[in-house]
């Protein structure tokens, strides 16, 4: 060999040299197993005292007032549904006649007048009661 071709071989074998010992190490490096280290969290502890009694500031005391009589309670009006269809199935019936696009009011004028001219039929499932209203329109 000349001295040329010895000169670049000492230049350029470091640098052979030292791809080809990354490339080993990457190899070796893929078949170890990747550890996860997580921070640890620390928690600072509170003191808090229950038993400590915080005295309010003491308020003038107001003359006592003469006591008023008790209200009666007064009885409520019924509602336009009578007590055997339960306000349940009157909700849902009217919930599904909303769904349907007619008005609150109209819905409940239209149970409440269905409930009250069938006295004989008792609503006892709302598909009925709804199939009825449906049936009214």
Wanted: net charge positive; aromatic share 4%; hydrophobic share 35%.
């Amino acid at each position: 060999m000349t001295e040329i071709s010895w000169l670049v071989l000492l230049l350029f074998l470091p640098f052979c040299l030292n791809t080809i010992v990354s490339i080993i190490d990457g190899l070796l490096d893929m078949k170890k197993p990747i550890v996860i280290v997580e921070e640890r969290v620390s928690y600072k502890e509170k003191v808090v005292y229950r038993d400590r009694v915080v005295q309010k500031p003491k308020q003038p005391k107001q003359p006592k007032q003469p006591k008023q009589p008790k209200q009666t309670k007064q009885n409520k009006p019924k509602s336009p549904t009578s007590p055997t269809v339960s306000n349940v199935i009157v909700d849902e019936v009217l919930i599904a006649l909303l769904s349907l696009g007619i008005p609150k009011s109209k819905g409940r004028g239209l149970i409440s007048s269905l409930v009250k001219s069938s006295s004989h039929k008792k609503y006892l499932d709302s598909e009925t009661l709804l199939q009825d209203c449906i049936k009214s329109l």
